[in-house]
């Protein structure tokens, strides 16, 4: 998405991020990333294509050791949401789970992702439940009113709707048709 965004000099883009728990029970502390894919699915084997697609789009997946529960990393991307880093924090989040091989469920792991984006008083923040609330309430939502039931899924414009990863040349063709 961001790669299509940088070929639109002419257009503004805001992006929001909202919180969508793909498995809220998976444990606290997170999985095995392997263990949990054997237990939920019997394999690993439906990410074969979301890696073969993301490589074509410079992303590795080089170092994903975790299935993280994602309550705490939802929660420091709306306190970065809310000082206009939600997409650089999240972004941070992605690389340290599927490319340095981070359990991001840690607390202290995302508090120094938080620290190194320079997010103040983000060890305060994610030592409390501050925010907690938000994230379930938005899991609801999305699940239960807009009947999403996978991530990325993407509103555009609000009436516009997909849901996957998709490419740069995807993303391309749907900024062009949106705004010719």
Same mark, same amino acid.
């Given at each position: ?22 498995? $809220?029970?998976? $444990? ?8 949990? @894919? ?18 074509? @789009?410079? *992303? ?25 880093? #939600? ?15 981070? @359990? ?6 995302? *508090? ?5 984006? #320079?997010?103040? @008083? ?59």
């Amino acid at each position: 998405m961001e790669n299509a965004f940088e070929q639109f000099d002419d257009v503004e883009f805001e992006v929001a991020w909202r919180s969508y728990m793909i498995d $809220p029970s998976t $444990p606290q502390d997170g999985m095995d990333y392997l263990a949990y @894919n054997k237990k939920r699915w019997g394999g690993d084997g439906w990410t074969y294509s979301m890696r073969s697609s993301a490589r074509a @789009n410079g *992303i590795a997946f080089a170092d994903w050791k975790w299935w993280p529960h994602t309550l705490q990393s939802h929660r420091l991307i709306q306190l970065a949401e809310k000082q206009g880093k #939600g997409s650089d924090m999240k972004e941070r989040i992605l690389v340290a789970l599927y490319e340095e091989g981070k @359990n991001t469920s840690d607390k202290e792991v995302l *508090i120094r992702i938080g620290e190194e984006a #320079g997010l103040p @008083n983000v060890r305060e923040y994610m030592m409390s439940d501050e925010g907690t609330q938000e994230v379930v309430q938005q899991d609801r939502y999305g699940k239960r009113e807009l009947d999403i039931s996978g991530v990325p899924f993407f509103i555009i414009n609000n009436k516009h709707t997909f849901s996957g990863a998709q490419s740069t040349d995807h993303w391309v063709r749907v900024i062009r048709k949106l705004t010719l």
